[in-house]
């Protein structure tokens, strides 16, 4: 891995789903950040909204971020980046083994001043977060010149020194496997989302974000809004597992990783500000929350699966009691579904 003082290289991936207007705000932060050698993947997931033609328009210059003008956060992306920009477009077909060594001829490497940064990645079908990342996370393996690989998430905004900060941390960790930032609330700017991650518990299956410092020791995953995985740790570790779609797969790769030998760590002073929970129903959230659960409950806690088992039963028939019928039926399908293994994009 390239010293500190070198500056590691890195593959910064990020995931679109019906979400272009939070995408390009974001990639109006990302684009000015002070790190000097990185590149962005956007992956187009199959959106259903024209997505890939709005980011295009804006990369062309043709369409701006627009933010409330007394937003606390309007100086990290006002005023808008200089347009055009440098930008190559590419199908998920072509984004392949057999296609790399072309697109790496046309696609920067890390910190080149005078080829493309960006790159949009079109997928005719929804992959899921895991994989619509993993397309990205291929091609940075393939491509062999980055040394770490940012997932952030498409609804989040970053400070100009929040991957300064994120890679300076991990590169601290003698087992550096994935490093999280301080999330904070992009609706509330002052208030704490997580630090770096937080703990799932494997008497109750549960998961809960780390928002004080003195809990920092009990982290052991990060959330996903902002996760930074070194290469060793996906050599090893692989790819996110696609039997996930969306929903605790970034719980999963930490606690896999864990496996490896590797470490999860937070830099507080990496900061991204993150809107939760805009690209998903609230039925496919409750599906794919319970049937994740239970299927992470399965993988790494058995001994305790009586007590998880029954905290999952309660968390469905709270939903019956609160009269929220469609998603008491999502979650009892999600359990019904954990139980059979029928992983995967189900709905």
Same mark, same amino acid.
């Given at each position: 891995?390239a ?21 390009i ?15 962005v ?9 024209n ?7 804006w ?7 627009? +933010? ?20 190559s ?10 296609? *790399?060594?072309?697109?790496k ?6 910190g080149?001043t ?10 005719d ?9 993993n397309i990205?996370?291929r ?6 010149d980055?040394d ?6 498409n ?15 991990a590169?601290?960790n ?5 490093t999280?930032?301080? +999330? ?26 780390i928002?004080?410092?003195?809990e ?25 597992c696609?039997?996930?779609?969306v ?11 864990a496996?490896?030998?590797?470490e ?22 409750n599906?794919?929350g ?13 001994? *305790?699966?009586?007590?998880?088992f ?6 469905v ?15 009892a399908r999600?359990?019904?579904?954990g ?9």
């Amino acid at each position: 891995m390239a010293t500190e003082k070198e500056h590691s290289t890195v593959c910064i991936i990020i995931l679109n789903y019906n979400g272009w207007a939070d995408t390009i705000e974001c990639l109006e932060s990302v684009l000015r950040i002070e790190y000097p050698k990185y590149a962005v993947l956007v992956v187009e997931n199959g959106s259903t909204d024209n997505s890939l033609e709005f980011l295009k328009n804006w990369a062309d210059g043709k369409l701006d971020a627009w +933010l409330k003008p007394l937003h606390p956060l309007r100086h990290i992306t006002y005023p808008p980046l200089k347009k055009p920009l440098i930008y190559s477009v590419f199908s998920a077909d072509e984004f392949s083994e057999n296609g *790399y060594p072309k697109i790496k001829n046309e696609f920067s490497r890390p910190g080149s001043t005078n080829k493309n940064r960006l790159c949009l990645i079109k997928s005719d079908k929804n992959l899921g977060f895991t994989g619509g990342n993993n397309i990205g996370i291929r091609f940075a393996l393939w491509h062999d010149d980055y040394d770490f690989i940012w997932l952030l998430n498409n609804d989040t905004v970053v400070e100009r020194n929040a991957l300064t900060n994120l890679v300076r941390r991990a590169q601290t960790n003698p087992c550096p496997g994935i490093t999280g930032s301080r +999330l904070m609330m992009y609706d509330k700017p002052e208030m704490v989302q997580a630090l770096g991650g937080g703990r799932v518990s494997p008497i109750w299956g549960t998961t809960r974000h780390i928002q004080s410092e003195d809990e920092l020791k009990k982290m052991n995953y990060i959330v996903g809004a902002s996760f930074l995985i070194s290469k060793e740790c996906v050599e090893k570790a692989g790819l996110l597992c696609d039997k996930f779609f969306v929903y605790s797969d970034d719980t999963d790769y930490c606690l896999n990783a864990a496996r490896h030998g590797f470490e999860v760590s937070a830099a507080l002073d990496s900061i991204v500000f993150h809107r939760e929970g805009r690209a998903t129903s609230s039925f496919l959230k409750n599906y794919y929350g319970i049937r994740n659960s239970l299927y992470l409950n399965l993988k790494y806690f058995r001994r *305790y699966l009586p007590t998880n088992f029954l905290y999952i039963l309660l968390r469905v028939f709270k939903r019956l009691i609160r009269f929220h019928f469609k998603e008491f039926l999502a979650a009892a399908r999600g359990v019904f579904d954990g139980i059979r293994g029928k992983m995967g994009k189900q709905l």
